[in-house]
Every structure is written in C-alpha cells, then in structure tokens.
C-alpha cells in the first residue's frame, strides 16, 4: 500500500471543518485515500452510479436524507445542487467530518463549494504520487531553502524511469498494466467525460494535438501563438483550451517573477505539465534512455523538479509561494522561492559537474528591493555541499525524497 503525503491534511481537515473536500485530477487516488482514512461508519456513495446520480440531481434532499451522514460522496461534480443541501444538514448539527467528498474538475467544484460551504469547508489538491510516495519515504517537510539535508542519493537512470513513467497511482498499484495502453484509456476517458462537461469541444482531434502541443512545451514559456498554430485552432480557443487543461489539474502555470525595480522583465508564464508521464506519452517518447539523452531532458528534469515541489505544497494544503527569473536580454533563473520577504533562487540542471557560472543570474535579483538569501543548483551530484559562501550544490535528492 502506497502512503500518501495528504493522509495527515486530511486528519487535520477533518478534525477542523464539517466539510471535507478532495479535488484533483481523474485516477490520482482521491477515493482511495479516503477509502483507507474514513471512519467504519461512514457510508460511501459514488455518483458515478447513474441511478445515485439522478437522485442526486433531482431530489437532493431525499438524497441526503436517505443517506444520512457521515457520508463520503464520490465524483460530486456530477450533482452540484447537493452543496446548499449539505450547508443545511452540516449547520444543524455541530460536528466536524460529517461530510467528506472528492471530485474531478476543480475550478468549478471549488467555486460552488466555496460559495456554498463558505467557513465549513476544508479543500484539499491531490496530484499523483509524488517520488517519495512512490518510493514509500513520506515527505513530512516542505522543501526549506534555510534548511536543506542530505537524503539517499537518486541514481540518475531510475530517476529518468520514474519520470517517464510519471506517478499515476495505477501504473505502481497493477504491476503488469501496459504504460501505453494505461495513457491512451486515461487520455480518451479524459476527452470524454471532463472536457465535454467543461467546454463544448467541437474537434476531438484538434483538442487531442493541443494537448500533445502543451505537453511537448512543458518547461518553456506559454505561446499561444504556437499552441494555435500547432492544433489548427485560433489564439482565443487554444486560451480557453488551455485552462481546460489548467482546471483539471492537468496543467499548472509557473508564474514569472515581477518587481517594479527591475526592468524589462517578461510577463510570459512557464508551462509545467504536472504528471511528466503523461507529457512523455503524448510526445511519443518510447523509453526512459531515450529521453533521458535527449535535448529535452533538461526541460523534463525542470518540470518534474517543480512539480514535485507543488504536489508536496498541494498535499499539506499550502499555496506555493514560488515563480521563476527572465528578462527581456534571456537572462533566467529556473526557480525562486518566495518567504519572509526573501527571494530564495534556484538553478535546476542536468549536469553532475556545476559551477559557479550556472549562478551568474542570481545577481540580476540585487535590483529588487526584496533580501536575497541562499540558494544554489539542483542537480545530478551527488553530494550536498556548498558552491560558495552563500549558495549550495544541491542534489535531486535532497529536495525530492527528504527523510523522514
């Protein structure tokens, strides 16, 4: 059994409001973790039943009143009017973790949720699985820029291995699942079921080269330009298609660091395609060598670094806090951290030999009227040591799989 880093957020989420809510994208492991965590009196019901769906939809206080909590709801999207019910039934009583639900499309379940439970509800992100979930030593800490340690060395090969194969729960639970044919089913089950609820998308086929355009993007900056061009599409609907993608959870965007102090700074954000399994399957990659010794595999490394660090942030509810450095003369840093009123900037590189000039951009942050503090390069060496007086080398490994 795989231990999952938001099994503590959920105790802590259930102890504190009335309402639980998980969010995510599809077979990220929503339901499971409930499963495993829900008191032996709480009643499970998924909407995914049509039957139990159209109650819901048409009668939803016979529902609940013919399931009375606690009760765990699955794919809640399906019957939103269920919110004002449940804001209702949880204001009569004064319990905490009488209802405890999951659901697929974020933006707009959060939204109705919001509204509708305001003060009574917990939300929780899940992604996949992190690496140390895969690799079953739980992050208890967030990566801490003042607090970095040593962890058990990554070798670069399983490295690239786990990010070919990404971290959706299935392909590690069912070990003799197919990687393609798992990505192909997730892929038209995705089209068909969210999409069409999220947004009337009249050309599958063009939707399908837009994704495949975004995933081969991930770890550079957002071209809508491009991303139209590529799927045959105008600028206007490959932004609305994008954050179709951004909803789902699919897609995050990595936000470019802004200061008024600084000049001709870009405004373009990255794209960060949050399951690198999936990207490497939508862009045809067949092996983990094979991207691995690719001109793509700095980019690959960026956006699974990155990604980690946001499914870690999501798990324990917290908003990261971070972006990333380029000017207009291409001047960038990979990563900036941002806490206390300091900027904590990082290189992320493919390399086991760094240097000091990897870290040359780190001065374009001296403009700002923000402190400076340390930072370094995260990379393929496989030591934790410092670079200079104030910046580290910093192995994958200490800010991915961090003992416990």
């Not at 804001?87 to 009488?98: A, L, P, R, S, T």
């Not at 994704?211 to 991303?227: D, F, K, P």
């Not at 490959?238 to 897609?251: N, Q, R, T």
Request: glycine share 4%.
């Amino acid at each position: 059994m795989y231990e999952r880093e938001a099994k503590s957020m959920v105790e802590k989420v259930n102890k504190s409001f009335k309402v639980l809510l998980v969010t995510g994208p599809r077979q990220v492991g929503k339901t499971t973790l409930l499963l495993n965590l829900k008191p032996k009196n709480m009643e499970y019901i998924t909407l995914d039943d049509e039957v139990l769906r159209n109650q819901a939809i048409s009668d939803p206080k016979l529902f609940l009143e013919e399931h009375p909590a606690p009760l765990l709801i699955d794919e809640v999207q399906y019957a939103p009017n269920l919110f004002s019910y449940i804001k209702i039934n949880v204001d009569k009583e004064n319990k905490n973790g009488m209802y405890w639900l999951t659901g697929s499309q974020q933006f707009h379940l959060m939204k109705n949720a919001s509204e509708s439970l305001a003060g009574r509800v917990g939300i929780i992100n899940l992604n996949s699985f992190t690496y140390s979930e895969i690799n079953k030593t739980i992050n208890k800490n967030l990566f801490d820029p003042l607090n970095i340690k040593s962890a058990p060395q990554i070798n670069t090969d399983e490295l690239f291995k786990i990010i070919f194969k990404g971290g959706m729960p299935e392909l590690y639970k069912n070990k003799n699942i197919d990687r393609n044919l798992y990505f192909q089913a997730y892929l038209d089950t995705y089209i068909t079921r969210d999409v069409r609820e999220l947004a009337q998308i009249g050309n599958v086929e063009a939707f399908k080269k837009f994704i495949v355009s975004i995933a081969s993007r991930t770890g550079e900056q957002l071209n809508y330009s491009a991303l139209a061009l590529d799927a045959g599409i105008s600028v206007p609907t490959a932004k609305s298609w994008l954050s179709i993608l951004i909803i789902s959870g699919l897609v995050y965007l990595l936000e470019p660091y802004m200061s008024s102090e600084i000049k001709r700074l870009t405004h373009i954000p990255k794209i960060i395609f949050m399951d690198t399994g999936l990207a490497a399957f939508l862009t045809g990659w067949e092996s983990a060598k094979e991207l691995q010794l690719s001109s793509e595999a700095g980019h690959y490394l960026e956006t699974f670094i990155i990604s980690e660090i946001i499914k870690s942030y999501n798990a324990k509810g917290l908003k990261p806090n971070i972006s990333y450095y380029r000017d207009k003369e291409k001047n960038e840093i990979d990563l900036i951290i941002y806490k206390n009123n300091t900027l904590y900037p990082f290189e992320i590189k493919k390399t086991a030999s760094p240097n000091t000039g990897m870290i040359s951009n780190f001065k374009m942050l001296e403009k700002s009227n923000k402190k400076i503090g340390p930072g370094g390069i995260i990379c393929c060496y496989d030591k934790l040591m410092h670079l200079d007086k104030k910046n580290m080398i910093i192995p994958i490994s200490s800010v991915i799989n961090s003992l416990k």
